[in-house]
């Protein structure tokens, strides 16, 4: 089992940039793909990010690729989200997950989940 802590949220101007961080107990946490997902008021979650147990293999929505980069360091048994260019749209509760399959955008993929982080772009 993983049991997994976002931070790193917060409230930015539109353009601005914020890391989000992931740190995962456990110590099969390089056995699991990551993602990241993010949801918005009255709206579903969604897929954000994900990146494979290596590291090597990435995946990005197209809402939000060039501007977020996804990474990993598994001797820190944590995963990144930079996000730049930040959009109001962008404003959502931001979860990451892990997932013991391949993961990528696929929600149910994903077995474990952390709480969330609140991140806020003003226009």
């Known amino acids: 089992q993983v049991q997994l802590v976002e931070s790193g949220g917060g409230l930015v101007q539109a353009g601005g940039s914020l890391r989000l961080s992931c740190a995962a107990s456990?110590?099969?946490?390089?056995?699991?793909?990551m993602g990241w997902f993010r949801q918005a008021p009255a709206k579903e979650r969604e897929f954000v990010a994900a990146?494979?147990?290596?590291?090597?293999?990435?995946y990005y929505a197209d809402s939000v690729k060039g501007r977020f980069t996804v990474s990993r360091d598994n001797a820190k048994n944590t995963v990144y989200l930079q996000m730049d260019s930040l959009k109001p749209e962008d404003t959502a509760v931001y979860y990451c997950?892990?997932?013991?399959?391949?993961?990528?955008?696929?929600?149910?993929?994903?077995?474990?989940w952390g709480q969330g982080t609140q991140v806020t772009v003003s226009s």
């Open positions: 990146i494979s147990r290596t590291g090597r293999s990435t």
């Open positions: 456990g110590r099969t946490y390089n056995r699991y793909a």
């Open positions: 997950a892990a997932s013991p399959r391949v993961g990528g955008g696929v929600i149910n993929e994903y077995d474990y």
